[in-house]
């Protein structure tokens, strides 16, 4: 047979955590959404604010790419059309969060048709062991402007990192 029993002491505390949770939950929901005005400003990189619109040819992705001080191949390795879901799962939501990161946010074209470049990095800074040497730009472009992207590698534990902290990764 098993007892459980309750002090008021304990339900004050339960209760104490229940209302901080609904607290912290309803300050998250009712924030005012952050209008992204498509440039973002990366001190890293650069003094000047780079613009994420007018990306119409393959020129301008070289030059937007430049920007951040990562050199690339001449022409992407992939290009690959898609359409997003309407609903994301966790893999998207958990990609956002990084795209969140950046100034960027890709829950807003849910359900739009994207293009995906794929770009090998020439500049990407190798450890001790000449690792990692496979290392990818990817840009996600909606029509005419880039509306995420990522720095991505397999090797050596493999990482997802935002491309506007590029220098950082030195």
């Given at each position: 047979m098993f007892?459980?029993?309750l002090n008021g002491r304990t339900v004050k505390l339960a209760g104490l955590c229940a209302v901080a949770c609904v607290a912290i939950a309803a300050t998250v929901f009712l924030l005012p959404?952050?209008?992204?005005?498509?440039?973002?400003?990366?001190?890293?990189?650069?003094?000047?604010?780079?613009?994420f619109t007018g990306i119409k040819t393959e020129e301008d992705r070289q030059e937007f790419i430049a920007d951040f001080g990562i050199k690339v191949s001449s022409q992407p390795i992939e290009e690959l059309s898609s359409q997003l879901p309407k609903k994301f799962d966790?893999?998207?939501?958990?990609?956002?969060?990084?795209?969140?990161?950046?100034?960027?946010?890709?829950?807003?074209?849910?359900g739009k048709k994207i293009t995906r470049y794929t770009y090998k990095m020439e500049n990407y800074p190798k450890d001790e062991k000449g690792l990692p040497e496979n290392v990818y730009l990817n840009l996600i472009q909606y029509?005419?402007?880039i509306v995420a992207g990522d720095i991505a590698s397999s090797e050596g534990g493999g990482f997802v990192r935002t491309f506007c902290d590029f220098s950082a990764v030195k």
């Open positions: 007892v459980f029993s959404e952050k209008e992204m005005t498509g440039t973002a400003y990366v001190s890293a990189v650069t003094n000047e604010s780079i613009s966790a893999v998207y939501e958990e990609y956002n969060t990084i795209q969140l990161a950046q100034g960027l946010d890709l829950s807003k074209y849910k029509k005419d402007r």
